[in-house]
């Protein structure tokens, strides 16, 4: 029987902890929550509810956070989860049974969006396959934003979804649009990308028609379109700012 942690991050998750960690309890009970510095009630909550609670301070690196708790298990397998996930039962009855064989693979399975209370269906907030369950030793993630694991081993599909509970509200996805495409702004630039004005556009431009034509985004009406351009705004400023970093640094080398 291979042993399982669930790791779970968290800044100011007060609202979501004590359901995502009686979620993850239904497979394990060797709970990982790393804490960035939370300020409400999120690492008094995970305490109470039985989890391990560790800090790493919050460095604008979610591959950096991951990665720090990799180091922290003891265990054959590592499940992330958002704490704004929940996994349905089929997926959690899946990941036990996977627990009981004897190989080693990684293991993906579908992730239901719900957003301004809508479920979507289509378009950027579409279903998507997320790798979420690995063998510890075999797994480590890159890209402080967007992160993505990097493993060798083959993908199962497991049965059963996750359903993510995320933004509630316009100003909710603001705040969170604005940070992410700053942090992902400074990290291509420090890889070496560079990007101008018309640049910008057309990437903002591609990702609404992507999202609303090619994913079919407007068949889910009115909320397709505004996440279309939601999509839009947020691809348009994350290459702005690129364009505004490769602008300044070039000003000051001339």
Known sequence: MKTLSVVILTKNEEKNIVEVINNARKCTDNILVVDSGSTDKTVFL????????????????????????????????????????????????????????DRLKQYSFIRRIKAFGFEYEHGIFKPDEVLRLFPVEAVHWENKVHERPVCC???????????????????????????YTTIWAQDSYNNGKRAGASVAFFHGIYGFFRSYIVQLGFLDGWAGMYSSLQHFFYTLIKYWK???LTNKNQNKIS
Request: charge should be negative.
């Open 46 to 101: 995970a305490n109470e509810c039985g989890a391990e609670v560790v800090f790493r301070k919050w460095d604008n690196d979610f591959a950096a956070q991951r990665n720090f708790a990799l180091a922290k298990l003891k265990t054959d397998y590592v499940l992330y989860l958002d704490a704004d996930e929940r996994m349905s039962d089929e997926l959690i009855i899946s990941i036990k049974k996977i627990m009981k064989q």
């Open 242 to 244: 690129l364009y505004e």
């Open 153 to 179: 081993l083959p993908i199962v599909k497991l049965a059963g979804i996750v359903d993510h509970y995320t933004y509630e509200s316009w100003q909710q996805w603001l705040d969170k649009a604005g940070n």
